[in-house]
């Protein structure tokens, strides 16, 4: 049973993964980030493109003659959306502690995001798991290279290689 999850996040996407360690460490190697779930969050990616096809934006005149600013309140539309989806990502994160026992969880997601998802979790951590944050956008690193980069910042054990790659009773 693995005791370590991670998550990272961002506005468009979140990826859950497991820490686990090998049956037979002096063989396999280990331990391995495992990638366990994936969420897309797609209109977050659609964002200019179709959310916003009327492109008002911007600064204009007014009949007076003085300049009139208006965003059709885009702001609070991507606060609403990237809210939903850190609401989401909680609820995973939630499903993925309860089936795995997990006791810590490595956050990484950017600033914005982090704020999100620390409202969505609303004080209380996930089935009493310990939470620690790491304010950095890794969501488009592989699993081989998110697990470099939090052993290098001291957060998970370093990879072991495995020995000779054969198995007993390969053959």
Known sequence: MTKTCVVVAEGARARFFTLEHAEVPELDGGPDLVERNTLINPRHRAHDEHVYSD??????????????????????????????????????????????????????????????????????????????????????????????????DGLLPARRSGGNGARPGAG
């Open 55 to 152: 492109g008002r934006s911007g600064r204009n005149r007014g009949p007076s003659g003085q300049a009139v600013t208006y965003d059709e309140h885009r702001d609070g539309f991507d606060a609403e959306l990237e809210g939903r989806f850190a609401r989401e990502i909680v609820t995973e994160l939630r499903t993925l502690l309860e089936n795995t026992g997990a006791e810590r969880v490595i956050l990484c997601a950017e600033k914005r995001m982090l704020g999100f998802v620390r409202q969505a979790l609303n004080g209380s951590t996930p089935e009493g798991a310990r939470i620690v944050e790491v304010p950095k956008d890794l969501t488009r690193l592989s699993a081989r290279q998110l697990h470099a980069r939090l052993t290098e």
